[in-house]
């Protein structure tokens, strides 16, 4: 609290590209909080302390809580006075919360992903084979939830060493195994084939870099190809700004299912939330900040 007036922050760099003041303060209007204020703090990556001065902000100002972003959800980690369960599993932080002067991290991405997932397509199932591209914070977050859910779940990512990390990670827990994979032409050609969902989990593509891919045209060309058309496939981005990322678009254009990032900001903020202010968002105020961000994001 800053003067009895409720204030949250998102850390990360960039973050001018956000929209989630809207959606938080769509939220405090719905719920009764006349004075809140969600700020957007670039805390540059490429200056050593600049996080940790940053975090440590958020008990002397009195801020409730605060969003991490790219690239510090593993910096983070060790930042904070305690890490929830949410945390030990995937290695990563989203969301502070300040609880009288002692800062517990959190990660709500996953859920907010596989919400956002299962209410524009279907439910990923034991016989789905999922295909996550990129081994960082939101892979990490992502993969924790697929991993439960899929036997046949492929990392893809630009540098296999990480991808590995992230699969030892996952094997940590039991369960179903993962394969590790070098981010390239070939190994997504053969992928991508027999792929029921595919999941960018990388910033390639967001804004202003808009007209990035992580997977090439002609690489989709040649799964369309073999497949005889996309029309089974769901692909999914956590790219929110732009909505239509070209990984996205060059996906619809072959009849593919293609699902935006905005619901996972959507529901991972959701989560966020209700853990800084204890109360809980009505239905409709998440209706109404889809409705509100997608006019800001179109304009």
Same mark, same amino acid.
């Given at each position: ?57 958020? +008990?002397?100002?009195?801020? =409730? ?36 002067? +002692? ?36 892979? +990490? ?23 590995? +990390? ?56 040649? =799964? ?76």
């Amino acid at each position: 609290m800053i003067d009895n007036k409720v204030v949250t922050a998102l850390l990360g760099d960039p973050v001018e590209h956000s929209v989630s003041p809207t959606l938080y303060g769509t939220f405090a209007e719905a719920i009764g909080i006349d004075d809140y204020q969600h700020l957007k703090v670039r805390v540059q990556s490429d200056v050593d302390g600049d996080l940790e001065k940053a975090i440590e902000g958020l +008990r002397a100002f009195g801020l =409730v809580g605060c969003n991490i972003t790219l690239p510090f959800k593993q910096d983070t980690l060790e930042l904070v006075d305690e890490l929830d369960e949410t945390v030990d599993k995937i290695g990563a932080v989203n969301t502070i919360q300040n609880e009288d002067h +002692r800062l517990v991290g959190y990660n709500t991405d996953g859920v907010g992903a596989l919400k956002s997932i299962e209410e524009r397509s279907r439910k990923i199932t034991s016989n789905d084979k999922v295909v996550i591209l990129g081994a960082g914070g939101a892979a +990490r977050a992502v993969s924790s939830e697929v991993y439960e859910r899929t036997t046949d779940l492929v990392l893809v990512n630009r540098t296999l060493e990480r991808a590995e +990390r992230l699969v030892n990670d996952l094997e940590s827990w039991g369960g179903n195994g993962a394969e590790p994979l070098e981010l390239d032409d070939e190994n997504l050609r053969a992928e991508l084939v027999n792929a029921d969902f595919v999941l960018n989990c990388t910033s390639v593509g967001m804004h202003p870099d808009t007209d990035a891919t992580v997977v090439p045209p002609r690489v989709l060309d040649h =799964v369309d190809e073999q497949r005889g058309g996309l029309d089974n496939m769901i692909f999914w981005d956590a790219i929110f700004n732009p909505l239509q990322t070209m990984f996205l678009e060059e996906a619809e254009k072959r009849n593919a299912t293609t699902i935006d990032g905005l619901g996972m900001m959507i529901y991972q903020g959701t989560e966020a939330f209700e853990l800084w202010t204890g109360e809980t968002v009505p239905e409709e105020a998440i209706v109404e900040a889809r409705d509100r961000m997608e006019e800001e994001l179109l304009s």
